[in-house]
């Protein structure tokens, strides 16, 4: 199989602040809105690649800053997610969409399934097996480890208003996602979702399940509104709000 990537791509993953100390891994799923070169474009225009059909706007940046605060290695995805998404079973639901909130996506159309897993095999696993490996690192001197993984969501949804600043998506270990929404409902200012405005509990859900739920990890997702932390600053300033809560989770979890 020709390999998708080419030496001017970027990488399939990345991971800041290894050396962090706290027991948590931070991963962002859908960090980038790259497509190799090899796909072109996915037939999309530039503006709709950088939508939220691309990725999680204002998810890295906030996924890095709660790196730092918290003093926790993270991995962050490579490429969009319309390449292949990172949090969906490879060529299961929502996989590689071949139409996004109503976008249709031409690079997407009539894959077959030795495309799917080329796309796999350079932008799914790479990522995947990192976190595995950072996970095996942090844990091996018996530690307890918990994971983390920072979305954000769109404000608005077929034809809804989401009225949620947070959210914290979960299945049924209530360890780490039980003490995060009580320390997250403590600030008055904040909506904060229970499995809204999705669902840990949803089939398509990957990540939390491929290597949370295995290993026995505390573990959820924390979703941030985008309109929250659509620049820099912006995420940086939230992750201040949001980084007391979840320190205090993990030590609770």
């Known amino acids: 199989m020709q390999p998708l990537l080419g030496p001017d791509d970027p990488p399939a993953f990345s991971v800041f602040n290894e050396g962090?100390?706290?027991?948590l891994l931070l991963l962002c799923d859908h960090a980038s809105k790259a497509v190799p070169k090899a796909l072109g474009d996915l037939g999309l225009s530039h503006q709709e690649l950088g939508r939220h059909i691309g990725w999680d706007i204002g998810g890295l940046d906030t996924a890095r800053e709660l790196?730092?605060?918290?003093?926790?290695?993270?991995?962050?995805?490579?490429?969009?997610?319309?390449?292949?998404?990172?949090?969906?079973?490879?060529?299961?639901?929502?996989?590689?969409?071949?139409?996004?909130?109503?976008?249709?996506?031409?690079?997407?159309?009539g894959l077959t399934s030795e495309a799917v897993a080329a796309r796999a095999e350079a932008c799914f696993w790479p990522y995947h097996r990192e976190v595995d490996r950072q996970l095996d690192r942090l844990s091996a001197d018996g530690r307890k480890?918990?994971?983390?993984?920072?979305?954000?969501?769109?404000?608005?949804?077929?034809?809804?208003?989401?009225?949620w600043h947070v959210g914290v998506l979960w299945n049924d270990d209530a360890r780490l996602p039980e003490p995060l929404l009580a320390e997250l409902q403590r600030d008055a200012g904040l909506v904060v979702g229970d499995n809204e405005p999705y669902s840990a509990r949803a089939t398509y859900e990957y990540t939390l399940?491929?290597?949370?739920?295995?290993r026995g990890l505390p573990h959820c997702s924390l979703e941030v509104r985008q309109d929250l932390i659509g620049t820099p600053d912006e995420a940086r300033a939230w992750a201040r709000r949001l980084a007391p809560s979840i320190g205090s989770a993990v030590k609770r979890s």
């Open 20 to 23: 962090g100390r706290t027991p």
């Open 67 to 109: 790196a730092r605060l918290l003093d926790a290695p993270l991995v962050a995805s490579g490429y969009s997610r319309l390449v292949i998404d990172c949090n969906r079973w490879p060529g299961g639901e929502g996989s590689t969409p071949e139409v996004s909130d109503g976008t249709p996506v031409p690079g997407n159309r």
């Open 145 to 163: 480890v918990a994971l983390l993984v920072v979305h954000s969501f769109t404000p608005r949804m077929n034809g809804f208003d989401r009225p």
């Open 209 to 214: 399940n491929a290597h949370a739920r295995t």
